[in-house]
């Protein structure tokens, strides 16, 4: 309903100021004292609220998960703990956990998967962080193929999956160390790559941050990048990527 | 022609050994001595290559473009300098240089502008940065709605753009200072958010590093970050969403 | 007593030279071996001496918290552990520790709460600094209204709270991750912001310092920042602004 | 004119319908094109707008200042260059520009100057940042008291000037090189202290980085921190709290 | 033994070849395999070699401790954990260990305390690397003053022990946060200032980077700085200095 | 006099009110509204006040000379610019300029050179920073020795001048590039050594932070360090050590 | 089997299409699901894959374990826990844990020791590094001189070692703190110098970054940095050029 | 000459004392006074001494030129400027002067050029390093195959030259940007690896940290790293790893 239809309804007397006011002062979530859940936000973006459940104590996670639950017949976190599984199974025993994305989910009905999102990692350490992004797309409904342990050291475990990788509509690569992966992808493929640094190394990488210079800095075309470690954040984008693709996007009329 | 035709055009005798030899060695690129042009790119990746003018010597920088503009019938190219333009002209007097996007082309035919993509900016100090991402997306033939100096500062000027911003493919949310640009608009839009940390600032921005800090933490969904001033990766990935979702992407058949 | 008064006196007989001396030499603290207690601070500033809790060895906190009591009938620490706590609780039986603030005090009696703070986070999991912030900031007499969990990546949360921001006397606001609040806050009201950056995210917020520079950055009007998680800090200096306000202060006669 | 007013000035035809769409819809920044000017900004925060002069085309920023000054009688900048005074001179002769602090304005008439902010600096050479605040606190309305070169290498000249120092409503402490000023002062005075590091210095200093840390780990209480050479930050909220204290807050009358 | 004198007694030979190669090819070292001690330092540098006990292995650290007992009758440890101290007290009960300083220790003879060396802190936790600094200052010889909890957010108790400051060969000066004790003591004292950055603070401190850009920067003079919790390398350099202060230097006779 | 003395002469009426007022609120500085001059910087320190004359503007570095000069009958500063030598010669003919250690002086009467202070560098790039230590001290009466060119890299250079080195007391190593000259050097003698990075070098230097971190981490004993590029700083420190060990120090009676 | 001789064959009909297909298409890895095992890479770079074992998961670690030992003969892991030493213990009694340096293996024959690489540390903290680099180039075929704890704060250590430096083809530099371990010994040799920084230190050496930058910025010839506490990269390395040393390389005989 | 055999001499009366203590203090440089040219250098280590140019004075510069030439018949040095080569020019009209490269050097007579190096680059930006390292390379004997423009953005540019680095002793890898060119080259050649970052890009490159902290974290073994643009640094290192290869190197005999 526009401004104007609710502004001629109330001329009309079709709805009253009180309800107008309502309208105008609409507060778009739903207030849990600690948390604001953000109910509108399926309707704004197309996809529903996710939970970020590290560091977030029991009882709070419990109830917003319940909460979530009810209100949209499943309920999705990210970086939770065994431990927090383990509490949510006593209240929710239809909780599923994955250990390596540290997933926390009830999922209503399996989504139907379209499209197609190519999750590859340089290496073995860098499929958690895959893991989340690559589920994240599919609780979001994408189809993923997964490319682990192409790094560039080994260039040719890379070639060999050409033809995987060129018909993608989005490729995440997931890359800790010195994060070159997103670079030699970003060369050889068409479609937009979300690079992922990880955390993965030691030394001067210094907690991903070498990983996330060097996918900045990436010298091929149509790469960006998200936080270290943050596939959650590289599966959603691609998601997004990814229905634009399969369900098409807005073409402006005007002009 | 994939691997398997050409080895059974052999087989047949229809190609010869040093034809299909070439093939399986092809050199997908124009050597020109200093510089290497991929002239497969195009085909590979749907883009024309783009050249990064700076610090190009005059006289590899006119060649290079003499070449492409040879070979393509129109070339493009980023960060030149007046200077840089003044000696094209000599040579390419049909070249065209814009001061603000530092961009010099010679555009072939105007291209068709199709989807949309929304270029928008913090401050007035970013549009160098936002005109070189609009630009070369519209190069690459997409449709651009420019919304300048809507930063967090007076979000009312950016809330008064809602209609436009939603009804994008892709927004490139470009902004220096603190960046937090983007994820206003990543907390409003369901589209992909490409954000662009620029330089602008001064203090502890330390040239952009507190925009891209920023843009890279965001608590919004659906943004990536492209390197600090890089209107032209933001511009070039736009397209490639924008294109997904006005020509449609793949949809894997298989399963 | 002025410089000149005293010296009036020693002339005039009124006051020992020993008493002089002992005035122009005093030592405006308690010396308790290992750490000397700012007894004269609650008058030089307006505020009580607060116990930085972390780190003081048993014995040491115990005595200071004793002290303290004894000459103030109240005391207020910060940053305690919940092991701290129950050291003192066999001493001082009356204090009280509060798990998220981490405050562990002694209070004389409630102070009248005047002017109006508003501590607002933009996630749940900035609500331990904001409550040290807003804590301390009661503790010392302010009014204070909390706004909780109204973050960037959803706008309208906190527009739909803009009556109780426009309000204040001062802001204090909390945030992690990119840190963005501040300037949007910033933006929309008329009395000072003071910023607490925290150290809530993970990757590139590099343990608050993402944040920090956003905050530096801000290119709203009217916004200072405080260390990383600082919330004491962001406390006390609210109330210095709030108090400025309620109480008034000084007009410069001269001139 | 609330909400609820509005409507019910619709339903009882005071207003059309288009009046009140108007209304819900405003856009209070004045569109120019490249720039918005924010003509709301007195209204919602008390102060003007001001002008951030570097880097602004010439022909931008007398637009600027011409349209400021037709409808505000007034107008000022700053980080202006010699060279942006030379240009404004031609078409607004009378602009005044000071050399130190770089600001470039048309001062209505001189403000009446009420409460009292000192502001003070380590060294000569962090003088003009404190200009910067000072001249920016005087335009709003402040009165100043400048203490200059009263760094703690010294420490009795700042002790010196005590009385004026603690008679303050506010505090703007400047200092490059280590920056220890701010903490001298936050531990003698009761008032808020701004804290504004400057680039003064070499080496170890990075640019600035040095101070903006020293302030930020301040072990005084009450103080808060600006970017690195932001006078104009720091006078603008130095302003802020001397109004306050001058003409009062607000006192919820709730509860 | 001067090379001259070697050569001149080979020619007399009154020392073998055999000897004098020796004498040239000397080492000055015990070898033990893992480590080499460094038995000629005390002769090179007059200070006995001090063990980092950090780290090294039980088996290791324990023959170390015997072999320089053997060699010294005494022997100086620092970083050493409560740990370390239990091990070592089986095999050498006459072990001494210093919970705050983390010092282990065999003392052969108390040291007769010369000169004047005073050692501060900013605050009560800066103390273990105070006591690291003053302990092996005392064990080298050197007469102590302590100054601890003295820092810059109360100047007037740092002010009231100027006596004691000013009558010191050497001060060295151990802050953490933001570490402004040093400018402060160095502004007010005419010795040599070392100044210690301790890793105290958090936030913004980055684990003492903080205080040690503050101390890099001093604007006071006289002022040199080891690295963060040093406080074994300040006992080390202020006692060196303070023994030129009271045995004399050296007199350059030439010219 | 001391406190108790002027209060008795107050008492006796030996002094006035005014001038015991006086005394207790004495300025130990000159006023001269741009900045205060340390007039009495020689009495505490034993060191007149140095120029740091960089970015000081010609009039104001011009009275400042004149003001030294007249009261002290010499003045020495550093970070001269030519430009700001050519100025200063028309006023003060008698003016001397050193373009490699860029200090512009007027010397009264050469000092008595006492003790010994070696001053050497790793390469010949560090030259400009170590004449400004070695003219430093002389000015403030050391005797200097000169060893450059004898770093690390060639370590037979450095072994060649141990003769030199040992003699000293107090070494000042200056080195830029990685910096390691103070560690070896901190090695070989028993005197405190300074150590000063100089940001000589390219790339990894970081503009000197290489060299400070080596300096800092040094594993060798009696190493302090001083500012990036600060000669003078370690010029001042060394001739205080210096002093102590030529003219003795304080000797604590008490026990 | 180059490409023509196959096309040749194919034409000939010696080989079958599918077969020339599956030479064109090959896969030179083992495809584990989880891991590609990179089965040429002995062909490729002479050396056989080293398994990084930190972080894999027990069943994935044994599995690629009893994989490449069935196939090799011999497997060789770094980074080993204990922990999993006692897994793989468990199902392949033969493997050898050392816990100095890590190194988990079954090795196949002791191999023949050629050439000699000289490891060297500053400290013995050093060792476990340097350990991994000696034990890996053992393992590939080198011989292994080893001088530990000769850093630069004793240098006579270092040059008593003299005749075995120089008398190797390649020296590995292991060194923490200021790391100038590698400079000198990069002064002092004429073969390549591969310095390891470690993580050995605390405070300013931020977890090896002192040392690296350090060894960086050599002002010796001839260094190359490998990442901090990387000894296996560093063993790598010196085999690699040990072996050039021994078996000679190529010449080119074009020209 | 050994240490045993002069000592044999000096008992024989062969030479004399005087000549045996010449030879124990023997001091293997040229002293300039401002300088001390190594010129044991190339019978240490094999290699002549190269004159880094960059910031030294003219006539520094003149005379170390004129001086080496005429012991050595030839002098060579690195980052000269235009500026320089002209200055010498006139006094050594035989001078060479690369723009590109910027060496300035007198070379006697052509070297023989054995071996193998490839050098190559990421991008034409990179030549300039990569020419300092490949012409320092030849000069110093070394054979030299030069790769332009082969980055990993198109990748196939690299592969298609697999037979020329496959045949190389040593592989310089020089590329700015992401350097992800040393990884990609480091996981196809069998030969070792030396990676030069170049400061080439911009934004989050950070002056070629971002290259550098690639290189260092390489996945890939056999890579090992130098200073941003050092391209002397890996042409020395390449030319002693070449000719180890070459001549062939030590073999221990002893065991």
Known sequence: MEVREVLNKVRAGEISVEEAEKYFKRQPFEEMGFAKLDSHREIRSGFPEVIYCSGKPDAFLVSIYQKMLE??????????SRHQY????KVLPQVEYDEISRILKVEGRRKKQEGKIVVCTAGTADIP?????????QYFGAKICRLYDVGVSGIHRLLSH????????????????????????????????IAVPTS???GANFQGLSAL?????SCANGIAVVNIDNGYGA?????Q???????GGKQDERE
């Open 71 to 80: 209100e949209n017949g499943e309920v999705f976190g990210t970086r939770a």
């Open 86 to 89: 383990e509490i949510m199974k």
């Open 129 to 137: 962080v895959a893991e989340e992004a690559a589920q994240t797309a």
């Open 162 to 193: 050409m033809d995987e990788i060129c018909s993608a509509n989005c490729v995440v690569a997931v890359a800790g160390m010195e994060g070159a992966l997103a670079s030699v992808v970003g060369g050889l493929v068409s479609c937009p790559v």
């Open 200 to 202: 993965v190394g030691y």
């Open 213 to 217: 210079l060097t996918m900045m800095n």
């Open 235 to 239: 599966g959603y984008l691609a998601t």
């Open 241 to 247: 990527i990814n229905r634009l693709a399969v369900r």
